[in-house]
């Protein structure tokens, strides 16, 4: 009797699931040669078929259903060991890790990190906002969220999301400039931007190059004073789109600038790869990432 492949089993209540041998290879990741051959096998194992091929899909036989219901067991048993590993994990996981980013990201990630002090009681996070990039190697800090990839090739780095920017302004702004910025008339419109210093920021430089754009008349030397002054009436900014959608007295002037996106990269020193308590952060910081998709939009 040939060995039986228990990842095989999964697969069988995938194409259950799906019901043709082209959905559940496509939603393995496989191929639907290899999806078959792996169904073969696993009919040869177990010595009976398992499902009934048509041209229009699959039907599990009535000894395939109850295989079936049997991997569901398998299925809820594994999720039991993961949750067990977790809470393993989760005691383990202790100390402090530091983490380094800008302030468009310190702000996305300090709104977001309440949860994991739930799950991981016993690590303190420390979020360090520079416009300087803190040194990995040196570990002045043992993580790092950037826009833009690290060249040290002794860092462990990872894309995981865009941010994304607009053009906003306040409900009070938007009513009394309505018809200037349904036209495009800039120059009738007052602005809110960065100092001199951080004048070659990238939205900088983008509202520069607005047509007929003034200068802004209020300038602030970090993004969140940017936001406070933009929602409180003092004319059109460059945002981050993640605050603005946060915002309640926000109106989009241009939802979304694509010439400003930037990718956000996590970096990490290789040394840190096995520690529990960076390992904790740095799954926690990718898993908000995703569920936010297009940071911010």
Known sequence: MKHLNWDDLRLLALIAQEGTLRGAAKKAGLSPATLSRRLDDLEEAVGHKLVERFQGGCIPTAFGTDVIALAGQMGEIALDVERTRDRQDAHAAS???????????????????????????????????????????????????????????????????????????????????????????????????????????????????????????????????ILDGVTHGAGLGVLATFLANDAQNLVAVMPHIPELDQEIWLSMHGGLRTSARVRAVVDFMEQVFSAYGETGR
Request: charged content about 25%.
């Open 95 to 225: 100390g402090l890790v530091r983490i380094n980013t800008d302030e468009w990201l310190s702000y996305f990630l300090t709104t977001r990190f309440a949860r994991f002090h739930d799950a991981y009681p016993n690590v303190e996070v420390e979020i360090i906002t520079s416009h300087r990039p803190y040194s990995l190697t040196r570990r002045e800090a043992d993580i790092a969220i950037r826009p833009y990839r690290p060249e040290q090739l002794d860092l462990v780095t990872r894309r995981i999301g865009t941010l994304s920017f607009g053009l906003y302004c306040s409900r009070d702004v938007a009513t009394r400039h309505a018809a200037a910025l349904a036209n495009r008339e800039w120059a009738s419109v007052p602005f809110v931007g960065f100092d001199e210093p951080r004048a070659e920021f990238q939205s900088d430089r983008w509202l520069r190059a607005l047509p007929g754009a003034p200068a802004p008349w209020m300038k602030c030397s970090y993004g969140l004073g």
